[in-house]
């Protein structure tokens, strides 16, 4: 069975085994690794990234039915992208005090055709409500890291809409 697991806990620290190896331990490459989101509302967007996170896929290429990803994101700790939006705002649009975790859950993936892409099932917990969502997840082998990258879109309330995009980048630890 090749299989791997990613995770990559908060402040970016993750282990599990890579792709036809043994157990590894990875470190998230911060400065290569992203959570944004982006809200609209009407015309106007604002855009932040996460700095704090918890992620954990496992991935098997033989058996994709077998595989899960789970996507924690403290809501709190997003940063505006742009400067003269304050952080405030971005946090206030999520609701972060009522709603501290934004949460991405699968129930269930399957590869498609082309190698590396996974389709996936899976809930979308954000500002109090779920969302069934079915998304597509890159996973990338680059030498001995590994990237994983996704995109997940949601309509919420109040004419508010929301992108979440991953790009993990994964390296082993010395």
């Given at each position: 069975?090749?299989?791997?697991?990613?995770?990559?806990?908060l402040l970016g620290v993750s282990s599990?085994?890579?792709?036809?190896?043994?157990?590894?331990?990875?470190?998230?490459?911060?400065?290569?690794?992203?959570?944004?989101?982006t809200t609209y509302k009407g015309p106007?967007?604002?855009?932040?990234?996460?700095?704090?996170?918890?992620?954990?896929?496992?991935?098997?290429?033989?058996?994709?039915?077998?595989?899960?990803?789970?996507?924690?994101?403290?809501?709190?700790?997003?940063?505006?992208?742009?400067?003269?939006?304050?952080?405030?705002?971005?946090?206030?649009?999520?609701?972060?005090?009522?709603?501290?975790?934004?949460?991405?859950?699968?129930?269930?993936?399957?590869?498609?055709?082309?190698?590396?892409?996974?389709?996936?099932?899976?809930?979308?917990?954000?500002?109090?409500?779920?969302?069934?969502?079915?998304?597509?997840?890159?996973?990338?082998?680059?030498?001995?890291?590994?990237?994983?990258?996704?995109?997940?879109?949601?309509?919420?309330?109040?004419?508010?809409?929301?992108?979440?995009?991953?790009?993990?980048?994964?390296?082993?630890?010395?």
């Open positions: 069975m090749r299989a791997f697991i990613l995770a990559v806990v599990g085994p890579a792709v036809g190896a043994p157990a590894q331990e990875y470190v998230a490459v911060l400065e290569k690794s992203v959570f944004e989101c106007f967007s604002v855009s932040g990234t996460f700095r704090r996170y918890f992620v954990e896929a496992f991935i098997d290429v033989d058996d994709p039915a077998n595989s899960r990803l789970l996507v924690t994101l403290d809501a709190a700790s997003i940063v505006s992208a742009a400067p003269l939006i304050p952080d405030a705002l971005l946090r206030s649009q999520l609701h972060v005090d009522v709603y501290p975790v934004i949460t991405l859950r699968s129930t269930a993936i399957r590869a498609t055709r082309e190698q590396g892409v996974y389709e996936a099932d899976v809930l979308l917990a954000l500002m109090g409500a779920t969302y069934r969502k079915t998304i597509l997840i890159g996973v990338v082998r680059e030498g001995q890291d590994i990237r994983i990258i996704g995109t997940i879109e949601s309509d919420l309330k109040d004419d508010l809409r929301s992108s979440q995009s991953y790009d993990i980048l994964l390296r082993r630890a010395a």
